[in-house]
């Protein structure tokens, strides 16, 4: 899926706004799109697409659910 299908794009909740060090995270059918908050003048900017299971066992890794 390209990075144009993702949809409901959203700044996470533990950026830094003075360091300017945010992500946006995107959703489509079964995947997370991960992109650079800074590039937002960037037409067509970098996209990580992760499958969304995979993204599921990365924040539980990061808040420590096993």
Not at 34 to 46: I, M, Y
Request: charged fraction near 20%.
């Amino acid at each position: 899926m390209g990075p144009h299908k993702l949809t409901g794009w959203r700044k996470s909740s533990h950026s830094h706004f003075e360091e300017n060090a945010c992500i946006e995270i995107g959703t489509g059918p079964g995947v997370v799109g991960v992109r650079d908050t800074k590039q937002a003048a960037v037409a067509a900017r970098p996209v990580l697409v992760y499958s969304a299971g995979a993204f599921a066992a990365f924040l539980a890794q990061l808040t420590g659910e096993r």
